[in-house]
């Protein structure tokens, strides 16, 4: 009797909990789909699980519904990271190196694409929990994922982001703060295209799907 209720018990605990959680992934998918574009700077500071400053960057970041990306570092190395929504293009300049990936796919190594995508099977990978200002999103049991959390802060007022903080696989912490952010506002096409330079190596992941 005693295993009953205790099993009783916890299993409308874990239900209400299950429920909690859709309810704060639908919140943030509702919030996520009234920002159309989204556009900023941003500092990064990247930190190791003991908390040491591995390295400072700087950059800016464009989002455009649906699965459009244009993400740019520009120190300490410059990279760049363009996705038109179908293809998704990462150019090491340094290296002179482009890696071509679907766009579909990175959903399946980072929940990051979940910013532009209310694709209900991507979204059910992951699970989202209310924290103080924003979400933190976390793949399910059984999905590989190069991220372990990803914090989403938001302006106390609007849809305007105010910070991501991923932790990755390797215990390693990034911390992006954006300044200068605009919501909603005229992003063209051609922004999130990439044309390929001359003499680069090319890397096409694509060709083996």
Excluded: C
Excluded at 50 to 66: F, H, R, S, T
């Amino acid at each position: 009797m005693k295993f009953r209720t205790i099993a009783l018990v916890l299993g409308v605990t874990i239900g209400a909990m299950s429920q909690a959680m859709a309810s704060d992934a639908e919140a943030l998918k509702l919030k996520l789909k009234a920002l159309n574009t989204f556009q900023a700077d941003f500092t990064q500071q990247v930190k190791d699980e003991e908390g040491a400053l591995l390295q400072d960057g700087v950059g800016n970041i464009a989002l455009k519904y649906p699965s459009k990306i244009r993400w740019q570092q520009t120190e300490p190395d410059e990279t760049l990271l363009v996705s038109d929504g179908k293809k998704t293009f990462y150019f090491d300049s340094f290296a002179e190196q482009v890696t071509v990936m679907k766009t579909a796919g990175l959903i399946d190594t980072t929940p990051f694409v979940l910013l532009t995508t209310q694709d209900k099977a991507q979204w059910e990978k992951y699970q989202v929990v209310k924290i103080e200002d924003g979400y933190r999103v976390s793949p399910k049991q059984n999905v590989e994922s190069q991220v372990e959390l990803l914090d989403i802060i938001f302006k106390q007022k609007g849809v305007e982001i105010n910070a991501l903080k991923i932790k990755d696989a390797s215990g390693q912490t990034s911390t992006f703060k954006f300044l200068n952010a605009k919501t909603n506002i005229q992003l063209e096409d051609a922004s999130f295209t990439f044309k390929i330079p001359h003499g680069v190596v090319i890397d096409d992941q694509t060709e083996s799907d």
